[in-house]
């Protein structure tokens, strides 16, 4: 399988709209970030999106993505989900709807948010998008068994995913024991590390860095960093040898 990260910014991304620090002034490519989204391709060739942001158009187009079997959604807050509007395009080439998985309080906010795509008057040109909820049992994507793994982001719930052997946890901030049990034996940990200094909703560095010692993969990708994380060049050396900062358009395979 492939996993590439198409946006590793936080809700802002980088750089920052009117804002004058180093890092936002970079002109190492390695420090601009989108909006946190990823894709997994399988060894069947077939596309699973997580999260579906702002910049989605813009990552679909950039990779050449011609086809989504179906779409994870960790949570709802709009910088994963506000580029729904966007998978019309996906509807019209595959000439078919569009699967999403969602745990409940994420649905109902996409149900509210998105009332024009969901309601029961059909508009023509909208997104078709089927929703099915995500609780704690496995379930199929695109050929693919995903095993949902359930965290907090503050008060809301998020769900991060474990695909074959990858496990993506972004936007959280705690994951009790049992959850977190499910993502050992991965090849591959991505999870999210906004900061240096601690956060009231996302782990930061030590955080993200206690939760890579716990689950022991092979290889462990820092994402939703953000501009006070500090400069890619400075901060990738500081790490131990197997977590990597993640940047937008890298790939990995697994």
Do not use: W
Not at 194 to 212: N, Q
Not at 224 to 243: F, I, K, R, T
């Amino acid at each position: 399988m492939k996993l590439t990260f198409l946006g590793t910014g936080t809700s802002q991304g980088v750089p920052v709209i009117s804002c004058r620090c180093r890092v936002c002034r970079s002109a190492d490519s390695l420090d601009k970030r989108l909006r946190t989204s990823a894709l997994v391709e399988t060894d069947g060739g077939k596309n699973i999106l997580i999260d579906i942001g702002p910049d989605f158009r813009e990552q679909m187009l950039r990779e050449d993505v011609c086809h989504v079997e179906g779409i994870l959604v960790t949570h709802a807050h709009r910088d994963h989900v506000a580029g729904l509007d966007d998978v019309r395009a996906f509807n019209y080439v595959q000439g078919q709807r569009m699967d999403l998985y969602a745990n409940d309080t994420a649905l109902s906010i996409l149900r509210r948010d998105y009332g024009y795509i969901f309601s029961d008057e059909h508009y023509p040109g909208l997104p078709e998008v089927d929703l099915h909820r995500v609780g704690e049992a496995p379930f199929m994507v695109g050929g693919q068994t995903v095993i949902p793994i359930h965290a907090m982001h503050r008060y809301m719930p998020v769900t991060g995913f474990r695909i074959g052997g990858l496990t993506y946890i972004t936007d959280a901030n705690h994951i009790e024991p049992d959850q977190l049990e499910k993502a050992k034996g991965s090849e591959v940990l991505v999870v999210n590390a906004l900061r240096h200094e601690p956060h009231f909703s996302h782990f930061c560095l030590k955080e993200a860095l206690e939760i890579v010692e716990i689950v022991r993969p092979r290889e462990a990708y820092l994402t939703h960093l953000s501009h006070d994380y500090g400069l890619y060049a400075e901060c990738q050396s500081e790490l131990p040898p197997n977590v990597h900062l993640a940047y937008d358009g890298l790939k990995i395979q697994f």
